[in-house]
């Protein structure tokens, strides 16, 4: 663990799982992974609140569980998003690109009118 | 998944969120082992990423939603183990709490039946009851017939209905019997919007005088007489010696003031009594329902505006009367609301007692059990999850004595009420209903909640780690003022109790050594009806009376017999005014006496002392001149410190234009009771001969006369050979409400004495919560100071030193109780000064007498743990550590 890496914002990891979910049922070590692999290190998740996030999500009626074999032959359970989760996914996603696109626009502004 | 199933299927959940971060833990060991780490390293630095596994679990399941279900049986389940564990604590506590809300819960019962639960009558908020007032009289209930007639007919807002008192004898069908009566207006009962069980009420023709006799007779004396037969409607009653028909069966339970059995139009008694055509004789009591579309407010206004006519019309008699209405229940209710919600404070100051010592016996387990809570927060529990436990045990404990306080309740209701000195006005009423539940349940919660705060706030208080480090010797600086606060607050709350109490046996015990004002030992009071068929004239009036007289003179045991209207501090009265000179004063200053007519040999049964002059004899009859003799506090407001004997006085209210002579002056009689008389209205008293009543009046005055008797036996002996000698030829004549003075004077205290008595249990009980309080708190303290004990002994401290010291401490709490109790105690004097007539205010002795009970109770609890104290051996105290 570096200390370049960084922390998430709060309230963004159930989107960020949302977001690996949709791609297709995995389970839980599989996100922790992906989540690592994509940022590419940036983000560091904290595994000790994955999984009590998976089961608000789970709980909440975004996502649903089975349990499934994996590749090598061990039992794993399975999230799937469920089609309230996608349509989350979908407003959560939108109203964080609004909000990165603000925040983009007002310090680029501030480095334009500095002069 | 519902969170029912979630609920159900808690033990597979359970296992796959095990299996869930098994898995994850393998893969990511696996992984590390791929990468090149040795087995040990994968999995040390696995576990690091994950966590503590069972935090991880502890967040997943709050994640799920079913939490506090899940939560509240599992700390259910750990309360009644603890409550297992300690059977001891639990019964204390169960039983100091039972009886706590039982106590506070039968008092609300009874302030909700009679003071918060509407009237029996359809729309009961309209229902009001009237009032006249006068500068000379006061507020009074009062109403002539003819200005309830006028008003009946001017008012707009208001439908009035009226009904005067009338008692008389039954005498068939059935064993002669004395009833109470009410002649009641032909719009009562549709005025109360209530119909008869059977048969009809008062047409408007029947309540004219001279119409047909017909009576509506109540439930009770329709089932004694009548068997309860529906052919009781159109059969004859003979009342009052005359034949009546009856219309009509009042429900059961109807009453207006009091019990009555026969109902008769008010309007047929002009038939018998004059006053019914005189405005200033204001008998009739009057009710009335708003019409719709009227408020309180409306009808006040029009009534007042309808006196005001009336005074100009007939200044005479009304000049200065104003009327006003006033809701119904309150009127019926009368002065009993402060006594309950007086009674209601001091069990919930008992109740708050109870559940301030149960919190110190909390804390003390609490504290104790730091330890174990810090280990329980070391393997995953939350904070607030253990507060929440706490809460939880203190909880089911309230309810629990909850329970069994109801079940008390309900045992003890009944035994209450009929405990009640007097009669409680809508006792038969009282029940424990739904809405007594719900205060019973907010009251154990809200006990529960109140002494498991404390130890539940104090969960969190340090780091875990610390605790289980500091080892069984540790006491937070918190729980100590804690637990001192506590021994406080009781000391003072058992003050305020005590001194409540000592100020009502002071009270009492100076009222009862007041001198009522004549010699209340043997002598026997009771109403008495003439047989109906002696009333016809006003002479054969006077032969029956003189014929008591007679006879009750002839039984043995009896000294002296006198008849009187009026019966000192017994109900009933009749107030008149007067002047002393030739033209009367503005009628708003005239003064008021208390006027009884006697007949001579009263002052003589009475044991009345006369002052001056002389009382009445037999040569003061009709045809001589009227005399009248009076009190010693009318002589000196009427004529000062001069002689009145010989004096005249005006009392137009007696028949005669002129005025009457003053023929001796006697002592005066705390007629309106030992404890009411010194701050009543009318403190003038005057008598005048029963033989000068005028003759139209005397048929009215035969049915309120009563026979007092002086006698040499013990006077209830004397009733049953009264009685018999007294019933008349017709068998007929009959004895009732039969009293001896000294019940009555006993009586008038009744209020006084059921407040001491009261107020003595709750403070007795205050007092030993206070105690056992105290005893726990001290015998923890020193439990907990064993060790610091054996240290100062080891550096010479001998037994006293150390008694002294343990004293010491419980020496400022308790002072500092009694100094914030005293403060209450102050105010709550205040309030009893006001609500309990014949109060005395708070002074030192009360506090002189209690403050000492409670300092050496007090002491006495804390001897013991003290002596203990003293005790210890310091070599094994030494060693505990």
Redesign the interface.
Known sequence: MTASKTDLPQGTLDLLILKVVALGPV???AI?QRLEQVSRGVVQV????L???L??LE?RGLLTAD?KETETG????FYRLTAKGRKRLETEAASWQRLIDAIALILGMASGGAR | MNWWQRLWRRKKMEEQLEKELRFHLEQHINELVARGDTPDLAQRNARLALGGPEQVKEMCRDARGTRWMEDLLQDTRYALRTFRQKPGFTLVALLILSLGIGATTVMFAVINSVLLRPLSYPEPDRLVTLRGFTEQFGEFWGFSNLDFGDAKRESQTLALAAWTYAGGTVSEPGEPQYVNGRQISAELFSTLDISPVQGRAFRRDEDQPGAQAVAIISHGLWQRDFGGDASAIGRSLVYEGKPYTVVGIAPAGFQLDGDADVFTPLQQRQNTDPRMQNRSARFLRVMARLRPGFGLAEGRTELALIARHLADEYPKSNAGLSMTAYPLQKELVGDVGSTLWLLLCAVGLVLLIACVNIASLLLARAVSRERELAMRVALGAGRSRLARQCLTESAMLGLGGGVLGVVLAFASVHPFVAFWPGSLPRAEEVHLDWRVLVFAVGASLLSGLLFGLAPALRVPVRSAEQTLRAGARSIAGRSRRLHSAFVISEIALALVLLASAGMLGQTLLALTSLDPGFNVHDVMAARLALSPARLGNPEQIRAAWQDVLDRARRVPGVDSVALVDIIPMREGENSLPYWTTATPPPPNQQPVALASSVTPDYLKVMGIPLRQGRFFNDHDGIGSEPVVVIDDNLARRAFGTKNAVGKRIWIPAMGGAGPVLVVGVVGHVRHWGLAGDDQSRVRDQMYYPLAQVPAPLLHFFSSIMSIAARTTIPPTNAVEPLRRELRGAAGDQVLYEVHTMEQLVSASLARQRFLLLLFGVFAGLALLLACIGIYGVLAYFTGQRVPEIGVRMTLGANPLDVMRLVLGESLVMIFIGVGVGLLAALAAGRILNRLVEGMRPADASTFAITIPVLVIAALFASFVPARRASRVDPVTALRQQ
């Open positions: 389970h839980g070590y922790a904290p595994e000790g609140s999984y009590p996030a089961h608000r709980n349990w061990r039992e794993a359970k």
